[in-house]
Nanobody, 115 residues
Framework: QVQLVESGGGLVQPGGSLRLSCVASGSSFRLYAMGWYRQNPGKQRELVAVISSNGSINYVDSVKGRFTISSDNAKNTVYLQMNSLKPEDTASYYC?????????WGQGTQVTVSS
């Protein structure tokens, strides 16, 4: 069992930055693929970025060059650094841990980009 707790969301002006954090409890953090997803009401949850257990990273096209995912295995934490934020980045952001058939979600943190 893995518990995930996100933090770092908030209100930011267009062009600003935020860093989201996701702390995982439980064992074997380094074995999991860790991802950040986002969702707006009435829309499907979208994969934003993922870092696999071997360190490979993928981003959705809309955030490439602006967002950076990273992990600190010693702290059981995955980060999402978000720069040059746009209003269309507004969403609830969720952390996900996945290993084979097991998938765990955090409670989400709201990011609002508005002037």
């Amino acid at each position: 069992q893995v518990q995930l707790v996100e933090s770092g969301g908030g209100l930011v002006q267009p062009g600003g930055s935020l860093r989201l954090s996701c702390v995982a409890s439980g064992s074997s953090f380094r074995l999991y693929a860790m991802g950040w997803y986002r969702q707006n009401p009435g829309k499907q949850r979208e994969l934003v970025a993922v870092i696999s257990s071997n360190g490979s990273i993928n981003y959705v096209d809309s955030v490439k060059g602006r967002f950076t995912i990273s992990s600190d295995n010693a702290k059981n934490t995955v980060y999402l650094q978000m720069n040059s934020l746009k209003p269309e980045d507004t969403a609830s952001y969720y952390c996900n841990a996945r290993l084979l058939a097991r998938s765990y979600w955090g409670q989400g943190t709201q990011v609002t980009v508005s002037s």
